[in-house]
């Protein structure tokens, strides 16, 4: 006597309302991903280096700042955790049993990410979201309530370490210990060396690739991604059990969240943005005390994001657009490996080579024509396809056995 077989789910069962807001969110984090390709790293989050040469410039960083920074990583994160859910519930209800494939899941998650980051760009979130998969996995049959507390109780002890850590060096500044202008600020020297390495061909940027990436997956992965992170994968999981995708949630409860998620979170993320602004973007006001405004305003402003999201499944006139982004969202982890393949040709030297030739707001230009890519793609792909092609190598590697991959062909599910 054989159990059931396992497999992944297919269309029928998928909840579209998740698919779509996956979607703006992959869309969504490339506002701010497509900086690191760009320019250098330090221009990441501050428009003085280089980048924001223009007024033009300089406002575009400002908006895309409020509206997307944190934000549509914070969406991606709370999904995570629906997604350990709804992937754990289903393989219990057949088989009684998750453990054995979650990790699977994870591991080769991890080996996705790794090779993302090691060998074509080193601002990989996919390493950070494996390691924090694996962690909360016990957590996952807690009561909503107390997954909810935990979570914001995570995020707590990441801001504390995170702020800890920005007056603990600037009570080593004061006592002569450490030069923070020389720690926290780029020199023009600086700036030139990390652009002649993008600049130059794959094998002469893996140094600069292999250590920026090796640092977000260690330090900053212990004493800040972790936290905040795993504190929102528990967050997800607590608001699907609460019902936040159901179709029996008034429009009314989305309308409350999105009004209070901006009241709530713009004014915090607009102090942070005054305090950089006040400060002449200081490296160390930047880095620290400054950005915990937007770490915890950007929650605010991630909800309003979401229920607007929410809100638009359910409008009629947008059904179409709405099942073209979740074409994106069902191949989300594609679109997103995409997004690096096709930036890392258009800036890097082993493409056209133009890091550092495009500000900010020249920046939109390449993240509409990215977006307009995978608006074609994605749902060209699915009209044949049950998976985008990494999603499938994913899960075939998760199950352990090939998948099937057209549309049409046998599939049992889970």
């Known amino acids: 006597m ?44 501050s428009p003085v280096l280089c980048g924001g040469e ?29 997604g350990v859910v709804l992937f754990t519930s289903r393989l219990e209800s057949r088989s009684g049993r998750s453990a054995g494939l979650w990790y699977r899941r994870m591991v080769w998650l991890l080996v996705i990410g790794l090779a993302h980051a090691w060998l074509l760009w080193w601002g ?75 600049r130059g061909s794959w094998l002469k940027q893996s ?47 989305l309308g409350w969240m999105a009004a209070i998620g901006v009241c709530a979170g713009g004014p915090l993320v607009a102090i942070g943005l005054m305090a950089n602004v006040s400060s002449d973007w200081d490296g160390l006001d930047v880095a620290f005390g400054n950005s915990l405004w937007n770490y915890w305003g950007s929650l605010g402003v991630a909800a309003f994001w979401a229920a607007l999201v929410l809100l638009l499944v359910r409008v009629r006139a947008a059904e179409g657009v709405c099942r073209v982004v979740a074409c994106v969202g069902r191949m989300a982890l594609t679109n997103y490996l995409a997004q690096s393949v096709v930036c890392g040709v258009i800036f890097y030297g082993w493409g056209f080579g133009w890091h550092g030739e495009l500000g900010y ?43 099937p991959m057209r549309r049409g062909s046998l599939h049992s599910e889970v």
């Open 124 to 198: 990989d979130i996919l390493v950070a979201y494996a390691l924090c998969g694996m962690l909360v996995y016990p957590l996952r049959r807690l009561r909503p309530l107390a997954q909810a507390g935990i979570g914001v109780g995570l995020m707590l002890v990441g801001t504390a370490i995170w702020w800890g850590l920005g007056e603990a060096i600037a009570v080593a500044e004061s006592q002569g210990a450490i030069d923070v202008a020389a720690e926290f600020s780029t020199s023009p020297e600086q700036v030139e060396a990390e652009r002649a390495a993008w």
């Open 207 to 253: 140094d600069e690739r292999l250590s920026l990436a090796i640092g977000l997956e260690t330090g900053v992965f212990a004493i800040w991604l972790l936290w905040r992170c795993g504190g929102l994968m528990l967050l997800g999981m607590a608001c699907y059990k609460w019902g936040l995708f159901s179709r029996q949630l008034r429009g009314r409860a």
């Open 361 to 403: 707001a020249s920046q939109l230009l390449v993240v509409i024509g990215v977006w307009s890519l995978q608006f074609v793609w994605s749902p060209l792909w699915l009209r044949t396809f049950r998976f985008g092609p990494v999603e499938w190598l994913w899960r075939s590697l998760t199950y352990w056995q090939r998948q």
């Open 2 to 45: 054989t159990g059931p077989r396992l497999a992944p789910t297919l269309g029928s069962d998928r909840i579209e309302s998740i698919d779509v807001l996956r979607g703006v969110a992959v869309l969504g984090i490339l506002l701010m991903n497509v900086r690191t390709f760009a320019l250098p790293s330090a221009a990441y989050s």
């Open 54 to 82: 223009t007024s033009i410039d300089m406002a575009v960083f400002m908006i895309v700042e409020a509206a997307a920074s944190l934000k549509f990583m914070a969406i991606f994160s709370f999904l995570f955790g629906v």
